[in-house]
């Protein structure tokens, strides 16, 4: 089932917002009301919305700042502007902002509804491929709604339609070789092929041939000539996965396809130019090879002009129960029943969990529990070790309020951080103004 879109409204008028939510609400969408712009980012901070409607003209800040402030902090949530004081200048800057539509009031309930299946028909694709759908889509399945997912996303969008080279690093199982795809797909090659190799899993002397091919006779066995990954990813994009394993002749090769945009085959003497966008991955610190010496700084640096760091899971702790969403319904799906009813508490230990194997660990282990359990998930199904993982928490069974629940949870984080307040808020989603109020 779809859930509602919600919509964040925000006028200092209390009469436009009363009459604005009653069209919210007779689209269908869920609205939120706020009349100022501070408790506007507040509620944005705290849930998803899928799209704002601001007015510009109001007391404290102005919408404008508001306007900014989602372009920055929010990419992918649209805002449409209603102001009672048309003026092209400001219509003009507060696009500029990043605001998609522009309306001037009184408004009509039919010049807003146009508007605003204009603007949600727009982003519900764009929602849809990083919430829980299933089917495949443009972003390739990423969930994630944490602000270091968000920054995945947006350096999706700005390498589209360039060739730059990007090297993914993080944990194993946070989501490389995903990212990796949903970049290509979402590229202007992605009907090209997209070819991965695993570095690490090649033998060092057969790793040159695979990636540059070889001639006829060039070793003992090579008995034709045949293409190498460079040439058969030609127009599309490759991705070294474990790159930190490739041997120093394999990089050496490498530095000089990435500079000159050719390669040489095994045994072969003329170059060949090729077309291809460089994906890499790792999961070892190649910063500290280079400092050690076992990996070219060059090359580190020609495959590293756009760089992406995924978080382990630990560090974005909002983004689990989207992922345990998805991976529930997911299999839950593919076995033929209803999604797994997980209550509040078991959620509560799986967000304080640390996941040492991320995301693949729990992939692995709603998996398990579509496979053992048929309607709920309770306490006594989770291991013991998953338990004491996480803080102090009520005798099981225990009523908690929510905000006790966030109390815990915001000890928990800073505990982990060290009492680094910027890394928590950073951890939490949430400034650090937020924070310091919520510590108080
Ligand atoms: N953001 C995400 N949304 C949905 N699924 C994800 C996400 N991140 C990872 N996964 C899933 O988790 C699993 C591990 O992801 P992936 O293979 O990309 O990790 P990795 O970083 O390449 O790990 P390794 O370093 O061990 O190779 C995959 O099944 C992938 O589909
Ligand atoms: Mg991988």
């Known amino acids: 089932m779809k859930k509602q879109p919600s919509v964040l409204l925000v006028d200092d008028s209390r009469d436009m917002l009363e009459l604005l939510r009653r069209y919210m609400n007779g689209m269908g969408l869920t609205p939120f009301t706020t009349n100022n712009v501070v408790d506007a980012i507040d509620v944005l901070e705290q849930g998803p919305v899928d799209l704002v409607i601001t007015d510009l003209n109001m007391p404290e800040v102005s919408g404008t700042q508001l306007v900014r402030y989602v372009a920055q902090h929010f990419p992918r949530i649209p805002v449409l502007v209603i102001t009672g004081f048309p003026d092209v200048q400001v219509a003009v800057e507060v696009m500029k902002q990043g605001a998609v539509e522009f309306l001037v009031k009184p408004v009509t309930e039919t010049e807003l509804r146009t508007a605003v299946e204009k603007v949600l028909g727009m982003n519900t694709e764009e929602v849809a491929d990083i919430t829980s759908d299933i089917t495949p889509t443009a972003m390739h399945g990423i969930i994630g709604r944490s602000r270091g997912m968000q920054e995945v996303f947006r350096i999706i969008e700005r390498t589209r339609t360039n060739n730059a080279t990007i090297l993914v690093s993080g944990e194993s199982g946070t989501g490389k070789e995903v990212i990796a795809r949903a970049i290509h797909y979402n590229s202007d090659r992605s009907t090209a092929p997209f070819l991965a190799v695993n570095c690490g899993a090649i033998p060092d002397q057969l790793l040159e041939s695979e990636l540059f091919g070889h001639t006829k006779g060039a070793f003992t066995g090579a008995a034709t000539n045949r293409v190498g990954f460079f040439q058969a990813a030609d127009g599309g994009t490759l991705f070294l996965d474990e ?126 529990l579509a496979i053992m359990k048929d309607t709920t998930v309770a306490m006594d199904d989770l291991p013991s070790t998953m338990k004491m993982a996480g803080p102090e928490r009520p005798e099981h069974g225990a009523m908690h309020t929510l905000a006790e629940v966030e109390k815990q949870h915001i000890q928990h984080v800073l505990e982990r951080t060290g009492q680094n307040k910027t890394k928590a808020a950073e951890i939490l989603g949430i400034d650090r103004k937020t924070l310091r109020e919520k510590l108080k």
């Open 243 to 368: 790159i930190g394993n490739a041997t120093p002749a394999a990089q050496a090769k490498l530095l000089r396809a990435v500079q000159e945009k050719e390669v040489t085959m095994l045994g072969g003497t003329k170059p060949q130019r090729v077309n291809v966008r460089l994906i890499s991955a790792s999961n070892s610190d190649l910063n500290e090879m280079v400092r050690t010496g076992t990996f070219r700084e060059d090359l580190y640096y020609r495959l590293n002009l756009i760089n992406i760091q995924l978080p382990p899971l630990r560090e974005r702790v909002e983004d689990i129960p989207l992922l345990i969403n998805h991976f529930n319904a997911k299999f839950s799906k593919d076995m033929g029943k209803k999604p797994l009813r997980i209550s509040a508490s078991v959620l509560d230990v799986l967000q304080a969990y640390a996941w040492p194997g991320n995301v693949r660990e729990l992939e692995n282990f709603i998996h398990r």
